[in-house]
């Protein structure tokens, strides 16, 4: 059973310089797993709402490498809404997590490590079912 606790940002190190800046992503250092798949969103049009899914196995770790938006995620339980807009700052989403991205900037761009290599199987497309995956007990959910 995934919960909003089990997310976190992770800040990757900044080098500064006049030049520019560098920021380092590393496997197992600050991204918690080995990425076997990485993909990115750009030119998305305004007003538009990404994903509204979660992962049965895979986990992200997901960064806003130019402009704004924001991730909204959901346990099923409580529900978050994070503004990302730092290219240094990922946020690190476990398996089975509801997720939906929305409010993006002009020029956003989102750039995403997962540690799975892409399977339609482990896709949750239903809210519904996801909050029955995610609580086999039967807590009532507020």
Not at 112 to 140: C, M, W
């Amino acid at each position: 059973m995934a919960r909003l606790a089990d997310t976190k940002l992770i800040k990757t190190p900044v080098i500064q310089d006049t030049r520019g800046n560098l920021s380092i992503i590393e496997n197992g250092i600050n991204i918690p797993f080995e990425a076997k798949r990485i993909f990115y969103l750009f030119d998305v049009p305004s007003g538009t709402v990404r994903t509204g899914h979660a992962h049965k196995k895979c986990k992200h770790v997901i960064f806003a490498l130019s402009g704004s938006f924001d991730v909204v995620l959901d346990d099923g339980f409580d529900n978050q809404r994070i503004h990302m807009n730092r290219a240094y700052n990922g946020l690190y989403m476990p398996e089975m997590m509801w997720r939906e991205l929305d409010n993006f900037s002009s020029g956003a761009v989102c750039l995403v490590f997962a540690s799975e290599h892409y399977d339609a199987t482990d896709y949750i497309r239903s809210y519904d079912k996801y909050v029955q995956l995610n609580n086999p007990s039967g807590t009532l959910m507020v």
